[in-house]
């Protein structure tokens, strides 16, 4: 069984340095749940799938392996109008998590 959602889960929380019940209690399941969605034994409803995506810094789309090639212009306005929407609720650290990012800054 091809298991897209599980292996790009896996991979994103590696990149993150998380573990998984790091991430279950995040997304607000069980350890055991997240350890099945990543398995493949389950497969998440909406919503979970939408709070694994924001745990991870992702989108649903690519967890779900529905992300299609888009022009660089498009996803830097994307990402600009996210930004500017959701700032304001931001901590000073994560602020400055995102400016680091952006410059390279350690």
Same mark, same amino acid.
């Given at each position: 069984?091809?298991?897209? +959602? *599980?292996?790009?889960?896996?991979?994103?929380?590696?990149?993150? *340095?998380?573990? /998984?019940?790091? !991430? @279950?209690? !995040?997304? *607000?399941?069980?350890?055991?749940?997240?350890? #099945?969605?990543?398995?493949?034994? #389950?497969?998440? #409803? *909406?919503?979970?799938?939408?709070?694994?995506?924001? @745990?991870?810094?992702?989108?649903?789309?690519?967890?779900?392996? /529905?992300?299609? =090639?888009? =022009?660089?212009?498009?996803?830097?306005?994307?990402? /600009?109008?996210?930004?500017?929407?959701?700032?304001?609720?931001?901590?000073?650290? /994560?602020?400055?998590? +995102?400016?680091?990012?952006?410059?390279?800054? =350690?």
């Amino acid at each position: 069984m091809n298991n897209t +959602l *599980g292996e790009r889960i896996s991979e994103l929380l590696e990149k993150n *340095g998380m573990t /998984q019940r790091e !991430l @279950a209690d !995040l997304v *607000g399941v069980t350890e055991v749940s997240m350890s #099945r969605y990543i398995k493949g034994g #389950r497969i998440p #409803r *909406g919503p979970i799938i939408a709070n694994i995506a924001l @745990a991870l810094h992702t989108t649903t789309d690519y967890l779900l392996g /529905q992300e299609a =090639d888009e =022009d660089s212009e498009i996803v830097y306005y994307r990402t /600009q109008r996210a930004i500017a929407r959701n700032a304001k609720n931001w901590s000073r650290k /994560q602020k400055a998590d +995102l400016v680091n990012a952006l410059f390279e800054v =350690d």
